[in-house]
């Protein structure tokens, strides 16, 4: 294990190491190793499932980089996370949601309702953005800890009338419980519910080339995604231990962010991007815990890496 903010000398300068839980979103990073497309770079990437373990990892030195959403990176219980954001590297588009039974029309209608949800995953934070949208807060409704999973069942019993899931869980909800219907999901939340790859201060200020590289394989497994999706696929569902079909199928839900998506999601005259919305996942975490630290983007993001591809 490395000491926290040192690199070993020699063949470590061309080495970087990044964490992860295991998600296939993550899958072109290992296309992009098996294609050689980070270059001289060592690149190791190592599953840690869960956020404090990453974390602890990074301020290790165990880990140079990690992969987080705005809402998860930020949570805190009054500490700093480590990390700077330099990429983003995916965005759930339509693969997150909440269903309601029917009779529930609007976000206000969502007042009182039981609501079954898995805090910590991304439909827990859409539904939490869009409470406060609406005026509300995990108060105002009676909030249920259930997997996706757990709560579609839940759902089709009727224990609970709303239910916060990814896919393929949000459609088996619908489809088990007569006229219910999808009331919002990540396609109505453009640039909120994306991934992105936060950087150690170490490799910021003693090797920022290699976050430039790693930004560049990414890019390069992207467009090879669109030229050879077959071999990608077999590529990238080996990786995570599912076929090339089950690969795709997941795909569906969510987008992988290129070079032109990043330079416009890091662009701060843009309606949508990333500074906006990380300051605007500060303040709706702080609505729900006291002990939220806020967090300010200047510090914790950085366009640097990606102007470098203008």
């Not at 990786?239 to 795909?251: H, I, L, N, P």
Request: hydrophobic share 40%.
């Amino acid at each position: 294990m490395l000491v926290a903010g040192c690199k070993n000398t020699g063949n470590d300068d061309k080495k970087v190491t990044i964490g992860m839980v295991t998600f296939p979103g993550y899958a072109p990073l290992y296309l992009a190793k098996e294609k050689e497309f980070y270059q001289e770079l060592e690149v190791d990437l190592v599953r840690i499932e869960d956020i404090a373990g990453l974390r602890a990892a990074m301020q290790s030195g165990e880990v140079d980089i990690y992969a987080a959403t705005h809402d998860i990176f930020q949570a805190n219980q009054g500490n700093t996370p480590p990390g700077v954001g330099f990429i983003a590297i995916d965005e759930s588009s339509g693969g997150d949601g909440v269903a309601v039974a029917e009779g529930i029309e609007t976000l206000v209608d969502l007042k009182g309702k039981r609501i079954g949800v898995e805090p910590g995953f991304p439909p827990y934070f859409i539904l939490e953005s869009k409470l406060a949208e609406a005026g509300l807060n995990w108060n105002d409704v009676e909030q249920v800890d259930l997997s996706s999973e757990d709560a579609v069942s839940a759902f089709a019993g009727k224990s609970i009338d709303v239910v916060g899931a990814y896919e393929p869980f949000l459609s088996k909800a619908v489809e088990k419980r007569p006229n219910s219907r999808v009331l919002l999901s990540s396609k109505n939340t453009p640039g909120l519910i994306v991934d992105l790859l936060f950087a150690s201060d170490a490799i910021i200020a003693e090797h920022p080339e290699h976050l430039t590289i790693v930004a560049e394989g990414w890019f390069k497994a992207v467009e090879y995604i669109k030229k050879h999706p077959a071999e990608s696929y077999g590529i990238m569902g080996n990786a995570f231990g599912v076929s090339a079909g089950e690969m795709e199928e997941f795909q569906s839900g969510l987008k992988w962010l290129t070079k032109e998506d990043n330079l416009s999601y890091f662009n701060r005259k843009n309606a949508t991007n990333a500074f906006q919305t990380f300051e605007m996942v500060g303040n709706v975490l702080s609505l729900n815990n006291p002990k939220q630290k806020m967090l300010s983007a200047d510090d914790k993001l950085t366009a640097i890496i990606i102007e470098h591809f203008k």
